[in-house]
C-alpha cells in the first residue's frame, strides 16, 4: 500500500503500518484496545502511536491535513493524552491521572486515546494501578504502550496488549525522507542518514544543522585523543561537555518557544499585572523542562556512544577488508588511521568497553565516572 | 472579526467562561478564550479538555470571524473597562479591544491548535436552577474522591419520564435524590455518570432554568449539556457500571428513630472532636433519648445526650463521623429519620419533621455502620 497521510512520518515501517491501517479502517478482528509498539531507539515509536492515534481521531482515517490530524500531530487534541515522561521512572502518581482518563467517554465522540511513551519505565505498583484500566477499558478507550523492547514491558501488562514491532529504518529510507520533507540534497542525506544509523531525527538534525556535525565530529575525535592517563580523563571530561552543549543548543529553541507561547497564553508581559497562578504555571513548566533536559541528556551520552561503536565497527570493516559502506564517511580519514595503528583483536576489545559504559549508564552510573573508565578501557 | 458589544455584557460573560480555563494549562492554548462572531452574535468558549464552557450574548457583528486570546487577560481588561460599549476587532495577529478612551491590544494565540470543542447533546428536559443545584449538592457528598475508581467519582443521573433520580456512592454510603422535572418527550429514558465535582460546580453557577441534554444518538455521545440563560457547559461521561445502588436500599427496617436535625449535628460536631480522626461515634437510641459517645478507655472520651423519638426496638450502632456529619448536612429538614435493621446492616437517613413520617423518597442516604470490636 502506499503511504499517505499521517502515515508519511512512519518511515520505513511499511508492515507496521499496515497492521495499524487496518484497525483504523476497522477490519474485522483488526482494533484492538490496547496496543504495545516497541522498537530501537529512533525508529520512531511515538511517531507511530501519534500517527495511529491520529488515524483514529481522524474522519477520513489519518488525511494528515484536518484539524482533528493537525490537533493530535500538535499534541492539543482533546482525546489524545500523551504521558511523555521525561521521569527515570513513572509512578503510581502519574498513573492515577491515567486512569482516570481512561474511564472518560471522549469529547469528540470517537476514541479516546491514551498514549505512554515509555512504558518500559512504569514501576511495579504503578503497573498495578494501570491493569484493570488496561484489560477492560470502556468500549471507547484505546492504550498505546510505548517501549524499546517487549521484554522491557512487565510480563502482566505485555500479555494483554497486541504487539507491532518497529525495525531499524533502512539508510534508503531515512535519505528519502530528508530529501523529501526537508529539501536535502542526495549526498547530504545520504551521509546524515548512514552516520544517524537509521534515528530519523538524528538524521534530519545532522543534515540540517552544520553545528550538529561539528559537535558529532567532536565526539568522534575522541579515539585519537587516548593515550596516557590524563589525556583519557580529559576525553572523557570532553565527551560530557559536547553531549552537554549538543543538548543544550536544541533545548534553547524549544524551551523559549514554549516559555513564549504559555506567556502569550496567560496574558503575561502585556503590560497588565500578572495574573493569579501565573507564576506557578511558569514554575511548572520550567520543571518541565528541566527534567527534560535531565533526560535528554542521558539520552544524547548513550548515541554519543551508538557512534562510536559505529566508529570502531568501520574501523573492524577497514581492519577486515569487508568492503561494507562506512557508518562515518566523513571520518574515514580517522578511521583508516586508527584502523593502520590497532588490530581487530584491539578494536573488538574497544567496542566492549564502550557498550560497557552503556550498560553501566543505563544502570544509573555517575556518567563522568563511566565515561572515564571507558576512554581508559579505550587505550 | 469586528464587533461592538455592551461591556457589562462581555465582562460578565467573560468572567464566567475564563473561570473555567484550566490555572496551570497542560498545553498552552487551552489558557485561550475563543472568540466567535456569526450571525447568531458573539461565543465566548473555553475547554479544559474534560469541560466546556460557552456563554453567547448579543453584539452588533460588523464581520465574522474566530480568535484566541490569553482568558485571564481578557477578564482582567474586562473588569477595568469604563461603562461605555466595547468595540473588538482581530488586526493580523493582535486583537484590538477598544472601550471609551481605553484600548488594548491583546496577542492571538494560534486558532488552529485549539481543539474541537464538544457538540452540545440535545435537549432531554429542564427543572428550575435552585431545584437542581440543590438535588446535585445533596448526593454530591456521597461520591468517592479516589480517582483509581473513577467510577465512584460519578453521580448517576436517571431520566425515566418526568421522574429523575440522582445517585452517588463510594462504597461506605450512598445518597439518591429524587425530583420532578418537564421532560421534552413524554416517556422518555435516559441514564448517565457524570463527574461530581463538575456537576457540583456547573449546577451552583446556573440560574433560572436548568436545561439538561443527555447524549443520545451519535452527534455528542458520551457527553452531558447543562444550559441556562444562553450559558451552556458540556461534560465528558464517566464510563462503566455504577453499583446497583437500587438493591442496597432494605425495602424494611425494624426500627425507626426521628432526632432534631441541628443538635444532631452539633451533637455529633462535638463528641467527635474528642476522637481521633475517623474512629467512630457510637449512638445509642432508647425510648425518649439518643445517647452519642466517642473515644473509649484510656483515651479522651466524651458522651452527649438528646431527645429522640424511637419507634421500635433499642439499637446501638456506630458510625464514621464525617459521613455521619456529611448525611445530616445534606438535609434540608428540621428533623431526620434514621431506619435500622441490626446494628451492622446499612441505616437509612430520610428527611422528616417534628412529628415524624418520613416514607418517601425525596431523598434517602445510606450509612455502612462501623463494626464495634468486643
Ligand atoms: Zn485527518
Redesign the pocket.
Do not use: H, L
Given at each position: 500500500m502506499s503511504l499517505s497521510?499521517?502515515w508519511t512520518d512512519v518511515v520505513g515501517q511499511a508492515s507496521a503500518v499496515d497492521v495499524l491501517a487496518s484497525a483504523v479502517a476497522g477490519e474485522p478482528g483488526a482494533m484492538t484496545h490496547a496496543w504495545l509498539i516497541t522498537g530501537p531507539p529512533g525508529s520512531g515509536r511515538s511517531v507511530a502511536a501519534r500517527a495511529f492515534a491520529?488515524a483514529l481521531q481522524?474522519?477520513?482515517g489519518?488525511?494528515?491535513?484536518?484539524r482533528?490530524?493537525h490537533t493530535v500531530l500538535g499534541g492539543t487534541h482533546a482525546d489524545v493524552e500523551v504521558l511523555s515522561t521525561e521521569l527515570l521512572s513513572i509512578g503510581v502518581k502519574e498513573t492515577r491521572e491515567l486512569v482516570r482518563r481512561a474511564a472518560l467517554s471522549p469529547a469528540g465522540g470517537r476514541w479516546q486515546v491514551i498514549v505512554a511513551e515509555d512504558a518500559d519505565r512504569l514501576t511495579d505498583q504503578a503497573a498495578n494501578a494501570l491493569l484493570k484500566a488496561i484489560e477492560e477499558p470502556p468500549p471507547k478507550t484505546v492504550w498505546i504502550l510505548c517501549a524499546p523492547a517487549i521484554e522491557d514491558v512487565l510480563p502482566t501488562i505485555r500479555s494483554r496488549c497486541r504487539s507491532i514491532h518497529l525495525v531499524t529504518p533502512s539508510t534508503a529510507a531515512v535519505a528519502a525522507v530528508l530529501v523529501r520533507r526537508d529539501g536535502m540534497d542526495e549526498n547530504t542525506a545520504r551521509v546524515a542518514a548512514l552516520a544517524s544509523q537509521g534515528h530519523i531525527g538524528r538524521a534530519r538534525r545532522l543534515a540540517r544543522d552544520p553545528d550538529a556535525r561539528s559537535r558529532r565530529a567532536d565526539v568522534l575525535a575522541l579515539p585519537r585523543k587516548v593515550g596516557d592517563v590524563g589525556s583519557c580523563l580529559r576525553a572523557a571530561e570532553r565527551l560530557i561537555e559536547a553531549v552537554k552543549a549538543d543538548v543544550a543548543a536544541t533545548a534553547e529553541v524549544t524551551d523559549a518557544a514554549e516559555r513564549e507561547s504559555l506567556k502569550a497564553a496567560l496574558g503575561i508581559g502585556t503590560g497588565a499585572k500578572q495574573p493569579p497562578g501565573a507564576a506557578a504555571a511558569l514554575k511548572e513548566l520550567e520543571k518541565r523542562q528541566k527534567t527534560r533536559a535531565t533526560r535528554s541528556q542521558r539520552d544524547g551520552l548513550d548515541r554519543a556512544l551508538v557512534d562510536l561503536v559505529a566508529f570502531y565497527r568501520d574501523v573492524l570493516a577497514v581492519q577486515l577488508g569487508s568492503g561494507v559502506d562506512l557508518v562515518n564517511e566523513a571520518e574515514a580519514p580517522a578511521v583508516q588511521d586508527v584502523a593502520t595503528a590497532s588490530t581487530p583483536e584491539v578494536t573488538l576489545r574497544r567496542i566492549e568497553a564502550v557498550l560497557a559504559c552503556r550498560t553501566a549508564l543505563e544502570t544509573n552510573a555517575a556518567p563522568l565516572l563511566a565515561v572515564e573508565a571507558m576512554t581508559l578501557g579505550l587505550r | 472579526m469586528k464587533f461592538r458589544v455592551e461591556r457589562d455584557v462581555l465582562a460578565e460573560a467573560v468572567a464566567w467562561t475564563a473561570r473555567s480555563l484550566p490555572v496551570r494549562p497542560p498545553v498552552a492554548v487551552l489558557a485561550g478564550l475563543l472568540l466567535t462572531a456569526d450571525e447568531n452574535g458573539l461565543a465566548l468558549s473555553g475547554f479544559d479538555y474534560e469541560v466546556s464552557a460557552r456563554a453567547e450574548v448579543s453584539a452588533d457583528i460588523a464581520a465574522e470571524g474566530r480568535a484566541l486570546v490569553s482568558g485571564r487577560l481578557l477578564a482582567d481588561i474586562c473588569k477595568s473597562l469604563p461603562a461605555k460599549p466595547v468595540d473588538i476587532s482581530i488586526d493580523g495577529t493582535k486583537v484590538n479591544l477598544v472601550c471609551g478612551s481605553a484600548r488594548f491590544s491583546l496577542l492571538t494565540l494560534p486558532v488552529e491548535d485549539y481543539p474541537t470543542l464538544p457538540e452540545m447533546p440535545s435537549r432531554s428536559g429542564a427543572v428550575p436552577a435552585d431545584v437542581f443545584a440543590h438535588a446535585v449538592a445533596q448526593v454530591a457528598v456521597a461520591a468517592g474522591r479516589d480517582d483509581t475508581l473513577p467510577i465512584l467519582t460519578g453521580i448517576r443521573i436517571e431520566i425515566d419520564g418526568d421522574t429523575v433520580t440522582l445517585a452517588a456512592t463510594d462504597r461506605y454510603r450512598l445518597a439518591v435524590r429524587e425530583f420532578t422535572w418537564k421532560p421534552e418527550q413524554q416517556g422518555m429514558s435516559a441514564f448517565a455518570l457524570v463527574p461530581a465535582k463538575t456537576l457540583a460546580d456547573t449546577a451552583k453557577s446556573m440560574t433560572g432554568e436548568v436545561e439538561l441534554a443527555l447524549s443520545s444518538g451519535a452527534s455528542g455521545e458520551g457527553l452531558v449539556g447543562l444550559t441556562s440563560s444562553g450559558r451552556r457547559t458540556t461534560s465528558r461521561l464517566l464510563e462503566g457500571d455504577f453499583p446497583k445502588y437500587r438493591s442496597l436500599l432494605p425495602s424494611e427496617s425494624l426500627s425507626y428513630a426521628t432526632v432534631a436535625t441541628a443538635p444532631f449535628h452539633e451533637a455529633v460536631r462535638r463528641v467527635s472532636l474528642v476522637a481521633e480522626r475517623n474512629t467512630p461515634v457510637r449512638l445509642s437510641f432508647s425510648a425518649g433519648e439518643l445517647v452519642l459517645e466517642a473515644g473509649s478507655g484510656d483515651e479522651a472520651s466524651a458522651s452527649e445526650a438528646l431527645e429522640a423519638q424511637l419507634d421500635g426496638d433499642d439499637i446501638a450502632i456506630a458510625f464514621n463521623p464525617t459521613y455521619l456529619l456529611d448525611g445530616l448536612g445534606a438535609l434540608d429538614s428540621s428533623h431526620v429519620r434514621l431506619a435500622f435493621t441490626t446494628s451492622t446492616k446499612p441505616a437509612i437517613i430520610t428527611p422528616t419533621t417534628a412529628e415524624g413520617g418520613g416514607d418517601g423518597t425525596e431523598y434517602r442516604h445510606l450509612l455502612m455502620p462501623v463494626r464495634l470490636s468486643g
Open positions: 497521510g499521517v491520529a481522524c474522519a477520513a489519518g488525511c494528515g491535513d484536518c482533528e490530524c | -
